[in-house]
């Protein structure tokens, strides 16, 4: 069902006629653009000090860094995987690597080795940028080259002539290749082409309603899709100042940061909402906009933000591989009224529909779906689309009213939506399964007992013949997944269990964990 008017198509036909053309320059398109003198970004730390930091600063700065990624090989199509909190350096890199046409792989800062190192072979990488709190992690792996960001690597900056010309990679051409995680098997790689501008511009634009007065601010971390597309990508894109905590999350310096820069427009993990509404410390704000997107919100969170945050919190609805499409718009030209548990209508340039039960996109009347395949996975691939290619399938199921607004009901796969973040159990097992205690797990999602992540992880383990179960044995278990793979992914309870449940052809029957 499509609510759009006549001005909001030609929008929509105007972000593809400037991003999805042959000689698309995603460098040019995101940065050099725009007034050089205009703020992009604001840089706040633990004190509440601050940078702001220019485009022109950003285009001379990166324009150096693409000449000394170039002197370190990198040429185009080259996926560079980038490890690097909320920092200046962080733009400057994506920027330098686009200008030399290569692809940007994100890292999650609070990976561990393991999960880095296999998106670093799942993208053929050979030089990795990183900041002096991460390259530890990269030391482990084999065959590839580490640039860190410090004083080093600023004299080569400063000594390097400026590149005279980006790469234009075009509309389809690639610039950023992230990874995400199913049931099973290794994370698919998501080719993100430069069109993609086009659909975070109209969310920044339309869902969002950053207004050019508007103090922006995405909490989400850029190691991630809504971070990345939605905190640097769309801002930029949008010519809108951005602001970027370069310390992590606590109640009290969000509320800080939101009174002393005066913030009017948040948008952050249902995490974030539940956290703030069970602190007596949010107290004299009074949002613009409020916009939450990772997992439904619960209705407690909607009713506490009317009045602790002076507005609504809308809820948004996608996936990596889409960013985001079905949302509660908050732009007055299409703004609806909120329903209650509904995640809202399919934001312009999409269509949407129901099909065998899962929220589906329609290929061919949506012009801002840019998500063709996952990279070299042909039959990941033809998972995700029906058989005919006219239809997207989420995999999450769901439910539209005769209004056109689309509820969600649960994920049609095992992933967990823990904290705003898509965790595939595969990926917590492989990692399981190499402690010498362990013979079989299975992971899932359960609800979090204390109503502030959505879900929790939980393992299921069979242990060893001889080996006794213990407290200890299960804090190991805990402290060996947030090492090897992620402090965000570790299993707030392991089970030991005589046997998992499993089909006669051997696949792991995790809904029963879930019900049991």
């Known amino acids: 069902m499509s609510t759009q008017t006549p001005s909001v198509e030609q929008n929509v036909a105007d972000w593809l006629a400037t991003y999805d053309t042959p000689d698309a320059d995603v460098a040019h398109l995101v940065c050099d653009r725009h007034d050089p003198t205009a703020v992009a970004f604001t840089y706040i730390d633990g004190d509440l000090g601050s940078e702001d930091v220019t485009y022109g600063q950003l285009t001379e700065r990166s324009r150096r860094l693409a000449t000394v990624l170039a002197d370190h090989g990198v040429r185009e199509g080259d996926r560079v995987p980038v490890l690097m ?38 993208s053929a990488a050979k030089l990795v940028v ?30 390097a002539s400026p590149v005279s010309e980006n790469v234009a990679i075009g509309g389809q051409g690639t610039m950023l290749q992230l990874f995400t995680s199913g049931t099973t098997g290794r994370p698919k790689g998501v080719p993100v082409p430069a069109r993609a501008l086009a659909a975070f511009h109209c969310y920044v634009h339309y869902t969002l309603d950053v207004a050019e007065d ?66 007596e410390l949010v107290t004299g704000i009074d949002l613009r906009r409020a916009s939450s997107a990772g997992e439904p919100l619960t209705p407690d969170v909607v009713s506490w933000a009317q009045t602790a945050l002076g507005t609504e919190v809308r809820d948004h609805y996608g996936q990596t591989e889409l960013g985001m499409v079905i949302n509660n718009n908050w732009h007055p030209d299409i703004a609806q009224p ?58 999450d199921t769901g439910k539209v009213d005769g209004d056109g607004f689309y509820y969600f009901t649960a ?86 269990v005589d046997s998992l449940p499993k089909t006669p052809s051997g696949k792991v029957q995790r809904y029963l964990l879930r019900e049991g």
């Open 214 to 279: 508007d103090v922006f601010w995405n909490a989400a971390d850029p190691g991630w899709a809504y971070g990345l597309y939605y905190g640097i990508l769309g801002p930029m894109v949008a010519g809108r100042r951005s602001l970027q905590l370069m310390t992590g999350f606590s109640v009290e310096s969000t509320v800080a940061v939101i009174k002393e820069f005066g913030v009017t427009n948040f948008a952050g993990a249902p995490t974030v909402y539940r956290t703030l509404s069970k602190s």
């Open 85 to 122: 909190s909320k920092r200046r350096e962080l733009v400057e890199t994506l920027l330098a690597i686009w200008r030399l046409g290569a692809v940007q792989v994100p890292l999650f800062t609070a990976f561990a080795t393991g999960a880095i190192e296999m998106r670093v072979e799942g």
């Open 338 to 395: 909120v329903r209650t548990g509904s995640m809202g209508q399919p934001m312009p340039g999409y269509s949407a529909g129901i099909v065998d039960g899962q929220i589906a996109i329609d290929v061919e009347n949506s012009p801002l779906l840019w998500f063709t395949g996952y990279h070299d996975a042909p039959e990941k691939t033809a998972e995700r689309f029906t058989t005919d290619g006219r239809w997207y399938l989420t995999a």
């Open 411 to 496: 994920r049609d796969d095992d992933v967990i939506l823990a904290a705003g973040y898509r965790i595939g159990p595969f990926d917590v097992e492989s990692v399981l399964i190499t402690h010498p205690a362990v013979v079989d797990v299975a992971v899932v999602g359960r609800p979090d007992p204390e109503g502030i992540r959505g879900e929790v992880v939980e393992a299921f383990v069979v242990l060893a013949t001889g080996v006794d179960e213990t407290d200890e044995l299960r804090r190991d278990m805990q402290t060996f997944v947030r090492d090897q793979y992620s402090k965000h992914a570790y299993p707030r309870t392991v089970h030991f």
């Open 130 to 159: 990183t900041e002096p709190t991460q390259s530890a992690k990269l030391d482990p792996i084999a065959g590839i080259e580490v640039l860190e960001v410090g004083d080093d690597l600023d004299a080569q900056i400063d000594a």
